[in-house]
């Protein structure tokens, strides 16, 4: 079945750093989602990348989604305090409505 | 507001039991999800419905069973407690347009 990676597991950034989380599907992709879940919290929906190649921008965090629909990754620029949290991508199968999940990568920021 | 909730928040149950925990959302979604969520393995999907009388099994369900009588609820039934299925459970629902997962607050659930 279907595979999603995520790297790294943990990520601890100074205040002001970027932060960056990487994802590998085993399988080419329809689309891939990527979730924030803060802690205690639920995951809560960030975008969706649909096209190869596709870049997208929210304030100080840019999603791409590879040429090849098997990767993606989110990059965050000048962390905040308020950026903690756990980033997840999913990934979609063609012809298909259930996601699958990477492990995901728990961001702290050190004051 | 349309909400999507989940009851009970916690529950502590012994080995054997049978458990149900609810999911109830008033967004009018086809589909409706359920995960675990344990440390070092992300979310994992338990099963997984996309209209009433349908259900299917993800990629851990054993030990699990879900029935869809209406829109609204999705109960997940853990048939024979155990220690190993100790972890966070996370209904989700969608519209079913490929699109966002609409998480609700979670259960914890402890088996001893």
């Known amino acids: 079945g279907q595979q999603v990676m995520q790297i790294p597991q943990y990520q601890h950034v100074q205040e002001g750093e970027d932060f960056t989380t990487y994802c590998n599907s085993s399988t080419t992709l329809s689309n891939i989602q990527w979730y924030k879940q803060r802690p205690g919290g639920h995951p809560v929906f960030l975008i969706q990348?649909?096209?190869?190649?596709e870049v997208k921008k929210q304030k100080r965090l840019t999603f791409q989604f590879g040429e090849a629909k098997k990767n993606s990754s989110l990059h965050i620029t000048a962390t905040q305090t308020t950026d903690v949290g756990t980033y997840f991508c999913?990934?979609?199968?063609?012809?298909?409505?259930?996601?699958?999940f990477g492990t995901g990568t728990r961001l702290t920021i050190i004051p | 507001d349309a909400e999507i909730t989940q009851s009970p928040r916690h529950k502590i149950t012994e080995t054997g039991r049978q458990v149900t925990l609810a999911c109830h959302q008033t967004w009018n979604h086809n589909n409706m999800f359920w995960y675990r969520q344990d440390l070092g393995h992300g979310l994992r999907l338990i099963h997984y419905?996309?209209?009433?009388?349908?259900?299917n099994k993800g990629e851990v369900s054993d030990g699990y069973s879900v029935s869809r009588s209406n829109t609204e609820d999705l109960p997940l039934t853990l048939e024979s407690a155990a220690s190993s299925q100790t972890s966070v459970y996370f209904c989700?629902?969608?519209?079913?347009?490929?699109?966002?997962?609409?998480f609700g607050p979670g259960t914890r659930l402890t088996v001893t």
């Open positions: 999913a990934g979609r199968d063609f012809g298909n409505e259930k996601l699958t």
């Open positions: 419905s996309y209209g009433v009388q349908d259900t």
């Open positions: 990348l649909v096209k190869s190649g």
């Open positions: 989700a629902s969608s519209t079913g347009d490929h699109g966002e997962q609409y």
